[in-house]
């Protein structure tokens, strides 16, 4: 958990995050964070952009993952995330 959260202030630079959450239930620990973008090609640029210049994922962080799960979802037109 520490190095996701040193690592979170560079990595919001490049885009705003809309929530960090960790939950501790269950066999191990869980952490999920949700970043909006504009579109596919712009989460692309930037997570490319992240990883060259060695933001995120945080030196170490992966390391340490069990699994990893990317989900991708679309506002609703009613989202005021749109």
């Known amino acids: 958990m520490e190095a996701w959260r040193k690592a979170a202030p560079e ?4 885009s705003r995050v809309t ?3 960790y939950s501790i239930t269950g066999p191990t620990p869980r952490f999920m964070h949700i970043w909006p973008y504009a579109s596919l090609e712009e989460r692309q640029r930037i997570r490319k952009e992240a990883v060259e210049k ?5 030196p170490g962080g992966p390391d ?3 699994a990893q799960q990317t ?4 506002p609703a037109p009613f989202s005021p995330l749109k």
């Open 64 to 66: 340490r993952l069990l």
């Open 54 to 58: 060695k933001i995120w994922p945080p």
């Open 11 to 14: 990595r919001m630079k490049l």
């Open 19 to 21: 929530a960090a959450m």
């Open 71 to 74: 989900d991708i979802y679309l």
